[in-house]
Each structure stands twice: as structure tokens, then as C-alpha cells.
């Protein structure tokens, strides 16, 4: 089944941490690029973070930039984000897509052939 992953969500308080990982299931992401997203109850959904298919290239939206990471790891099939210093504004369902271009994060989103299932993050003391 072709598919993505998402996991390594949770309950974490402010401060902390939390790896997210974005696995394929079937086919190979080295050709796609990766993007991150969210949706927190009530809100649209948001661009997070994309990381580019050689992994050479990312880029962040503002409200996360220096808190969290984008990394692939292709002989893997997974992407990561690592999220650190979380805050309550930051629970959100995370998503990742594979993306047909690399997609500067606040653009239009580019197409994309598979889409995650997501994973809840939740920041709360």
C-alpha cells in the first residue's frame, strides 16, 4: 500500500521536545520534496516546514523558525522534524506531504502525490 506515516506525536508541556517522523510506505521519497504542515481545531491549515528531495534546501515558517528542524534521511524513506522549545500554540494535527517541487513555506502549495494521515501534537502543562 502506498502511503505516508506520520508519527511521534503527543502530550508534551512547554518547553519540551517532540521528533516527529514521516515515513513512505512503498514507494521512494528521494524524489519528492517534503512538506510539513498543521491544523489546529477551528484553524486553517498552515504551512510549517519544507525540505527539498536532495535535502540541500528548507525552509520554515516564521512561528517556528529556530525552534524546530527539517531532516530526511533517504536510504530511510523518512523525514523528520524535530520540534523543540514547544509552546501551547503549537498543538496543532501535524501532517506530511510529498510534494512535486520544493515549496517555500506561505506560497501556494504545490501538488502533491500522497498526503499523511497525520499526528497530534499536544503542548499543555
Known sequence: QLQLVESGGGLVQPGGSLRLSCAASGFTLD???IGWF???????REGVSCISSSGSSRNYAD?????????????GNTVYLQ??????EDT????CAALRRYWVVGGPVPEYDYWGQGTQVIVSS
Open 31 to 33: 524524489y519528492y520534496a
Open 38 to 44: 498543521r491544523q489546529a481545531p477551528g484553524k486553517e
Open 63 to 75: 512561528s517556528v523558525k529556530g525552534r524546530f528542524t527539517i531532516s530526511r534521511e533517504n536510504f
Open 83 to 88: 520540534m523543540n522549545n514547544l509552546k501551547p
Open 92 to 95: 496543532a494535527v501535524y501532517y
